[in-house]
C-alpha cells in the first residue's frame, strides 16, 4: 500500500515566474536557504526536459546532505511538471519512486500551486511531506517573492 497527499498555496507572482523560481538552480540556492537561520548548502543541476533530470544535495554541512533526484516525465511550461521522485537521508537511508505532480494556475495575477505526492511508502511519511515539507517549500517560496518585491 502506498500513500498520496494534496496540498496547494497561492503563491503572490506569476505562474511563469513560479514556474521559473521552482525550476531554475540559482533561484533555488536562494529561496530553499531564504528563511534558514544558519548557513545551508544547496547543490543541484537540472535538465529541465521529458527524461532530463533534476539533482539536488542539501544540508548544514557536506557530512549531512540529503539528495534528491527527480525524473521529469511532464514538462509543460508554465503550467504543470511531473516527475519520478527518489531521496536520500544523511543516515543512508532512501525512500524510492514516488511522483510529484505540481500545477501552477493564474488566479487574478498570482499562482495556485498546486501538489499531488503519491507513492509515499506509509502514513508518517505522507504527514511529513504534506504538514512539514511541501509547507515549509511553500513558506520558502513565497518568502523569495516578497523579498523581491520588497528588494
Known amino acids: 500500500m502506498s500513500y498520496e497527499l494534496r496540498v496547494e498555496r497561492l503563491i503572490d507572482a506569476t505562474p511563469e515566474e513560479v514556474f521559473d523560481a521552482y525550476t531554475d538552480p540559482e533561484a533555488m540556492k536562494v529561496w530553499f536557504t531564504i528563511l534558514n ?14 527524461g532530463g533530470t533534476w539533482v539536488s544535495a542539501w544540508g ?3 557530512e549531512e546532505m540529503f539528495s534528491e533526484t527527480q ?6 511550461r508554465p503550467h504543470r511538471l511531473v516527475s519520478k521522485s527518489s531521496g536520500r537521508s544523511p543516515d543512508g537511508s532512501s525512500m524510492d519512486d514516488t511522483t510529484v505532480e505540481i500545477t501552477f494556475e493564474e488566479e487574478g495575477g498570482k499562482t495556485l500551486m498546486k501538489v499531488i505526492h503519491s507513492g509515499l511508502p506509509d502514513e508518517a511519511n505522507r504527514d511529513f511531506f504534506a504538514n512539514v515539507a511541501w509547507q515549509g517549500f511553500f513558506d520558502r ?6 523579498a523581491r518585491v520588497g528588494g
Open 71 to 76: 525524473t521529469f516525465e511532464v514538462v509543460d
Open 141 to 146: 517560496l513565497q518568502a523569495y517573492f516578497a
Open 37 to 50: 537561520e544558519e548557513a545551508m548548502i544547496v547543490e543541484n543541476e537540472i535538465d529541465l526536459r521529458v
Open 60 to 62: 548544514f554541512s557536506p
